[in-house]
């Protein structure tokens, strides 16, 4: 756990340079845009540690996973985002020495990421050892109002020497991945050009044949004049750049603008790919960096104004749910249906850029409330687009008859994780997508979803998990083997609860969404039932399995059991685990952790999570009070669930212990690995457990109810969120709630057991006095 981030309300702060911090810093600085994103690199040269990172969003490449253990239905490879040609080097000179911050005396030393208007700033003095002394203050940002553009600002001073200052923008491709085989390379040049101000680079990544254009447009102001200059063109292996120098007194500020671009062939065709970035380039250098930067700050304002959580009494609070939501929308803006967010987003290359059900389970419900409709429904629909190899992936695991198995981690729809036990069994991931679509139309009450892609995506899955499941003549019941739940700490568990319940969830929901569509689209559904070969008969069997699923329980403990068998393992608690031996996946080895009773994250609990609906708060007490003490919360998704849970049962102490694990888990360095990158996720989860945890929201019956608690540390907390047309903003004090509706449409809102009438453009204000 570090400390070093200053509290406050819109600004990431850094104060002073530890060289041992940088790559945290350089994840918890990161810029993004949905469309590309980078880690917070510096732009001068730094021969220090650093993880350099530039992403650009669905362009990946497919890495061996041929093992000596090699079993059938493996997937072919592992997909890994790439660091992409870094757009934001400029190299410093001064005299001839190089400006590197690990060789100089470093003083005054600050970063800011602004939140608020979408930028990060780095200033700071260097000493040189020759003792000439520069000051630095650069601004960057990756505009979020035009996702292929980033723009540079990059100011010098000469201290106390009159002189020459040499600077070499470039575009540098020669980059590899922390994490490739062999150190080995996967892009491969395919042009370059420099040409007065501006460069270009054109690089195609290996086997998967991805193009990119990097490009770039350079001005230099002395003092705030433009000065004309005549640049040395610089061409190496994949990198081009431009060195110029001027003449420097002492005092005198330099200020290099960098305008880039990053354009790449999912977006446009290869062939005019360099047009097309030259185009782009040229639009952005007219606009001008102020005038992109105005842009930025207009962007981010309105994003800021349909999600901001407001938590008064609290910085170090409010600073860390602003930290999540700003890099949610950094990485995903649900503009482009083949993208979705990788469980680090653009700030780091584990887990591969590929998309989880991470998606499904905990970013759905944040894009829901605060976000238009189309992001969340992208979302969705980027699993309607891969249904198709979510079939091939279960045939290649030997079912039929379209059944459909998503992947657990995927780039392009097919599944690129190789550890069987994932691959294979932790398919309770379909059941996450199965219930996004659920819990979207349950938000937004947009049924037609179904028509147009749902009932498709639910009919592959509820064929999947209806020939998934077997049945047992021992039991004369429907059970289901082998498999892994959210707990990866258990593999190949017989009937585990969690995935057995939202198995015959989706049976029966797939049955109703079929009805739905009949009902009220009979062409669509003729037509769909037409094209999967789907026989009716088949709701006849989904049925028995609902009727007749097993599911283990302990009739005298009153809980679900997380698997056949968990009891047999020996029982002891969390609290009794000796500091030294956490966190278990680093100090215990595999066979232990297996055999052992702890548990990663909510398993049962996140079953009694989705569908609170069907179980009664003493259910939920007893398997709460049994399993979240056998919990290690090693996996960053499981704090939210508990926090939300824990606020059900009304134990307001737990709730927020568990949300102050998660809401500062990259700013503080909780599990000392934010230097790979930040758990973007699960800040998706920190929010709920704001909303759905101390708001308490739901919505039930096309209604939206609160059952709020304010935490004690706070005076108040509000937060804004979209709802079917309408915006709210909720306000929760020690005195009560007030809700605005800043549309023009009537609501009925519960508050605790009540319903309230909520016109159009009013307000309502419940005191506690009132709420029982
Ligand atoms: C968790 C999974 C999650 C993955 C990516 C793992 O540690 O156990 O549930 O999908 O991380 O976030």
Known sequence: MKNYIKADEWNIIEEGFDPHLNKISESIFSLGNGRMGQRANFEETYSGETLPGNYVAGVYYPDKTRVGWWKNGYPEYFAKVLNAANWIGIEVKIGDEILDL?????????????MHEGYLERSFTAKLKSGKTVKVKSTRFCSIADDEVGAIRYSISALNFDGQLTLTPFIDGDVKNQDSNYDEKFW????????ENEAYLTLRTKKTAFEVCTGSSVQLFKNKEEVKF?????????????????????????????????LSSENHPKASLLANCKSVIKNAAAKGFDALLKEQVEAWATKWQE????????????????FNIFQLFQTYTGKDDRLNIGPKGFTGEKYGGSTYWDTEAYCVPFYLATAPQEVSKNLLVYRHKQLGKAIENA????????AALYPMVTMNGEECHNEWEITFEEIHRNGAIAF???????????????????????????????????????????????????????NNVNNNWYTSTLAAWCLKYAKEAADIVKNQQPEKYNSLVKALNFDEAEFADWADIVEKMYYPVDEEKGIFLQQDGYLDKEQILVKDLPASERPINQKWSWDRILRSCFIKQADVLQGLYFFEEDYDLDTLKRNFDFYEPRTVHESSLSPCVHSILAAKLNDEARAYEFYLRT?????????????????????????????EGFAGMRVREDKLQFNPFLPGKWKSFSFTIGFRGTTLKVQITENGINIKNSGSIDLEIGIRDQYYKLAGNAEIEVDNATLV
């Open 188 to 195: 491969e040049a395919v042009n370059d050009e420099i040409s």
């Open 307 to 322: 999600s901001d959580i407001i938590i008064e009494g609290d910085v170090a609070a409010q600073q860390a749910i602003r």
């Open 663 to 691: 809401a500062r888990l990259d700013l503080d360095d909780y599990n000392n690995d934010t230097e790979d990158g930040l758990h973007i996720t699960s800040m998706a989860g920190t929010w709920m457990s704001v909303i």
């Open 230 to 262: 005549t640049a040395e063109d610089i061409r190496k292996e994949k990198f081009v750049g431009q060195t110029f120098s001027v003449e420097v007194k002492a005092n005198d500020e330099i200020t290099l603008y960098k305008i880039a671009a990053n």
């Open 436 to 490: 996004a679509i659920f819990n979207y139309i349950r938000y937004t009450g947009d049924q037609s979803y179904l028509f147009d892609y749902g009932l498709e995506v639910l009919i592959g899955i509820a064929r999947f998990w209806k020939q998934r499941v077997n049945w047992s003549s021992d039991k004369q019941q429907y059970v289901m083997l082998g498999v892994t739940g959210p707990n990866e700490y258990e």
């Open 102 to 114: 690990s060789a100089a005396e470093v003083s005054d030393f600050k970063r800011i990421l602004n």
């Open 395 to 402: 045939e290649k695991l030997g079912f039929n008859r379209g």
